[in-house]
């Protein structure tokens, strides 16, 4: 995990149909803590409900076969019941809950040492890659993170 640069999922342990399992450690040291909190870092909310989305978007681009980008448009009934700090293991799953229209939604769930952390409804929109830099960057993260059906060329 990456905070400065947003690549939240380290690795993909699981995808199977509709639902897709991640796991990723929170860095010891990042930027990110310097200012959330000075002595007492923790990983800020709005970065857990990127990991979810993140996590979902890799669902949706491994069902639709890159087809096309998802993108995120909302956030619903995010919960957050407990924080999360440096060196912590998280295990991020999400799972498709409706597609249709050029959307996609999705419901994620962040756990750590089998403790739920956070949950949120995440709505991605999708839409061709904007640009060929783009989906040559997603397709080789794809391979980083073991993506079912990507491997090193």
Not at 2 to 15: G, I, K, N, P, T
Not at 36 to 57: D, R, W
Request: proline letters at 8%.
């Amino acid at each position: 995990m990456l905070l400065e640069y947003f690549q939240m999922v380290d690795r993909v342990v699981s995808l199977e149909g509709d639902a897709i399992t991640v796991e990723s450690r929170v860095p010891d040291t990042s930027p990110v803590f310097e200012g959330h909190f000075p002595g007492h870092p923790l990983v800020p909310g709005v970065l857990m409900v990127e990991t979810m989305a993140q996590t979902g978007g890799w669902l949706v681009l491994a069902t639709n076969g890159f087809a096309a980008m998802p993108f995120l448009m909302s956030v619903k009934e995010a919960k957050f019941r407990s924080f999360v700090g440096p060196g912590a293991p998280l295990t991020v799953t999400s799972r498709l809950t409706h597609e249709g229209s050029g959307y996609v939604a999705t419901q994620g769930r962040i756990e750590s040492a089998g403790k739920r952390i956070a949950d949120a409804e995440i709505l991605l929109r999708t839409m061709p890659f904007p640009a060929p830099e783009l989906e040559a960057a997603m397709r080789a993260r794809a391979v980083q993170i073991a993506l079912p059906g990507f491997v090193a060329a």
